[in-house]
């Protein structure tokens, strides 16, 4: 059987340093932190007092108040990136079959501002009192439902969940359903609005979080020698993926091919990473296999790279490795220096940004960095402090999550 080919043709994000795809490439090209004080909740007891929130963000500019009490935030930022993407790629305007259209959808936790609430509740009075909402708003495979509800998709529909990486899972599971022949054109990304107490100090008692309270923009600092731990972002992201010859047919704009999809276990620890890099180098490594490429075919790479002490060193260690001599010629960066750590919809937010690479040549910097970590190979390109232009080709973007969960999806320039 001969697969398909799979390209994108839409996205849309939404996110700590932008509310829209153009808004955060923009912000990605500045350098700009998304960090700031908490808002959302009040954090002052808490041993992190800040994150990356989305901005600016009213849900009944997108909702009339009865659809937004029936969505958590994770919901509702989902929808909001999943709308632009639709729009985007045009393919409400073209007529196609829409029972061949699938969402397919990442989310690490789910709706935890709602779990919270009512559970929190329930626990002040004594009473089992619950609103009718509770469960429909909380599952985290609730928001792909609300997709197709929205514009009557009624192709594969379902959510991926492996932590940090179940976004780059959703991206991986909706090419290999195109590439079968399973559906014409998937919705897929992410969201993850995990911003709340319990979420913050959830990963506080991990010892997980960035403390750098003093100082919140420059805490998130990819390979610098004083990192401290991540910073934790919300948000949510989309990509229109599609099979090449129904989008030429219709004469859809193609941004890239989605060429490459690996995953691998760490099998490891529930939290830590291999001291290796053993998962993140069989995930690139896999990823490279399936997309027919050679190591020396990459011309960028957005890493993981959270800014946690044995993270950002396995998967630079990781890369060394695999790619060798080669290595040295890649312009490598973090995003996560400006966006924080936006856990399940992490992997599509940073497949945007390795997408962006491929249509501007340009790469966006990672921010913060102070000190070199004589751990780390010096001579890795991480397009420290300022954008590198660069005429990239093939990007790939690393994506892993608690559990060893490891996913890497590379994209090539059509």
């Given at each position: 059987?001969?697969?398909?080919?799979?390209?994108?043709?839409?996205?849309?994000?939404?996110?700590?340093?932008?509310?829209n795809a153009n808004e955060y490439w923009e912000s990605l090209l500045k350098g700009e932190s998304g960090a700031a004080p908490t808002t959302l909740f009040?954090?002052?007891?808490?041993?992190?007092?800040?994150?990356?929130?989305?901005?600016?963000?009213?849900?009944?500019?997108?909702?009339?108040?009865?659809?937004?009490?029936k969505m958590d935030r994770n919901t509702q930022l989902g929808m909001v990136a999943a709308r632009e993407a639709v729009a985007?790629?045009?393919?409400?305007?073209?007529?196609?079959?829409?029972?061949?259209?699938?969402?397919?959808?990442?989310?690490?936790?789910?709706?935890?501002?709602t779990f919270e609430t009512e559970v929190l509740g329930w626990a002040?009075?004594?009473?089992?009192?619950?609103?009718?909402?509770?469960?429909?708003?909380?599952?985290?495979d609730i928001t792909p439902g609300h997709i197709s509800i929205e514009y009557g998709f009624h192709g594969p529909n379902y959510t991926t969940v492996s932590a940090c990486a179940s976004s780059a899972n959703a991206l991986i599971d909706s090419k290999m359903l195109i590439q079968l022949g399973k559906a014409d054109v998937i919705v897929c990304g992410g969201s993850e609005a995990a911003v709340t107490a319990s979420g913050v100090g959830g990963f506080n008692a991990m010892m997980a979080l960035s403390t750098r309270n003093?100082?919140?923009?420059?805490?998130?600092?990819?390979?610098?020698?004083?990192?401290?731990g991540f910073v934790l972002g919300e948000g949510a992201g989309a990509i229109i993926l599609e099979e090449y010859e129904h989008a030429v047919k219709r004469g859809a704009t193609?941004?890239?091919?989605?060429?490459?999809?690996?995953?691998?276990?760490?099998?490891?620890?529930?939290?830590?990473?291999?001291?290796?890099?053993?998962?993140?180098?069989l995930v690139m490594k896999n990823c490279l296999e399936d997309a027919g490429l050679t190591a020396d075919e990459v011309d960028h790479i957005n890493m993981h790279g959270t800014s946690t002490p044995?993270?950002?060193?396995?998967?630079?260690?990781?890369?060394?490795?695999?790619?060798?001599?080669?290595?040295?010629?890649?312009?490598?960066?973090?995003?996560?220096?400006?966006t924080g750590h936006l856990l399940g919809a992490a992997g599509v937010i940073e497949a945007i940004a390795a997408l962006g690479t491929i249509i501007h040549g340009i790469v966006p910097p990672t921010i913060?960095?102070?000190?070199?970590?004589?751990?780390?190979?010096?001579?890795?390109?991480?397009?420290?402090?300022?954008?590198?232009?660069?005429?990239?080709?093939?990007?790939?973007?690393?994506?892993?999550?608690?559990?060893g969960h490891n996913a890497c999806v590379l994209f090539k320039k059509i």
């Open positions: 059987m001969e697969l398909k080919r799979v390209v994108v043709t839409g996205f849309g994000a939404l996110t700590p340093i932008g509310n009040d954090a002052t007891n808490f041993k992190t007092r800040f994150a990356c929130e989305v901005k600016n963000f009213n849900p009944l500019d997108h909702f009339d108040k009865k659809d937004a009490k985007h790629s045009r393919i409400m305007e073209d007529n196609v079959d829409k029972h061949r259209v699938g969402v397919i959808w990442g989310s690490g936790i789910g709706g935890l501002e002040n009075t004594d009473i089992p009192r619950f609103n009718p909402f509770f469960i429909p708003k909380m599952i985290a003093e100082d919140p923009k420059t805490a998130s600092r990819p390979f610098d020698k004083d990192r401290d193609i941004y890239a091919e989605l060429l490459g999809g690996g995953m691998s276990a760490d099998a490891h620890h529930m939290t830590a990473p291999h001291p290796e890099g053993l998962g993140a180098y044995l993270g950002d060193l396995a998967e630079s260690s990781a890369i060394s490795k695999l790619f060798g001599e080669h290595a040295y010629d890649i312009q490598i960066n973090s995003t996560k220096s400006m913060n960095h102070f000190t070199d970590d004589d751990k780390i190979d010096s001579r890795l390109n991480f397009t420290f402090n300022e954008a590198v232009k660069k005429d990239v080709k093939v990007a790939m973007s690393n994506t892993f999550g608690f559990g």
